[in-house]
């Protein structure tokens, strides 16, 4: 495989976690919006930043392969699905249903992120920025399924 190809493939993969990222970041600060109990405002808070945070480093990575990042705003407010269901349940006020929707949503993030670390050819930088940011998924989602049971 050629470089060019190479940085491309890599640069497209990377794409496809910002959006995501972008994404969870919207889901999580509509979520703020739409529950009332402080202890939930503050864990999606944090989770929203963090998200903030995976989408700069990604954007980073993607510029040092010569591409180009996509725009947050170039997916027309249309949230993924995973985070559709959870801007549904909004207008149910429930807050039990927003955080496991919300947790759905993170363990769908984390496959994407299995699914790229799959890929044998990433560079080390990569592959550890990567490893980096699922391993905080991972540790957000075993703090959610604790704050169900706050929540409960």
Same mark, same amino acid.
């Given at each position: 495989?050629?470089?060019?190809? @190479? +940085? ?7 794409? /496809?976690?910002? &959006?995501?990222?972008?994404? !969870?970041?919207? %889901? @999580?600060? $509509? !979520?703020?919006? $739409?529950?009332? +109990? ?9 989770? !929203?930043?963090?998200?903030? #945070? ?6 980073? #990575? =993607?510029?040092? @392969? %010569? ?9 027309? %407010? ?13 207008? +149910? ?7 496991? #929707?919300?947790?759905? %949503? #993170?363990?769908?993030?984390? /496959?994407? @992120? ?11 930088? =990569? ?7 699922? $391993?905080?998924?991972?540790? !957000?989602?075993?703090?959610?399924? &604790?704050?169900?049971?706050? &929540?409960?």
């Amino acid at each position: 495989m050629n470089n060019m190809k @190479y +940085s491309e493939k890599i640069s497209n993969q990377l794409n /496809e976690l910002l &959006v995501k990222n972008y994404d !969870a970041e919207k %889901g @999580y600060l $509509n !979520a703020i919006e $739409n529950v009332d +109990s402080d202890k939930l405002k503050m864990f999606f808070k944090r989770r !929203a930043t963090e998200r903030s #945070e995976f989408a700069k480093e990604l954007r980073t #990575e =993607i510029l040092r @392969y %010569g591409e180009l990042p996509e725009d947050s705003g170039s997916f027309k %407010g249309t949230l993924h699905r995973n985070w559709m269901t959870l801007k549904s349940l909004f207008s +149910s006020n429930n807050e039990e249903a927003i955080l496991e #929707e919300a947790i759905r %949503g #993170e363990e769908a993030s984390l /496959e994407e @992120y299995n699914e790229i670390l799959k890929d044998r050819t990433l560079p080390p930088t =990569i592959d550890s920025l990567l490893t980096k940011q699922k $391993n905080a998924i991972q540790a !957000a989602i075993n703090t959610e399924k &604790v704050h169900e049971e706050l &929540v409960s």
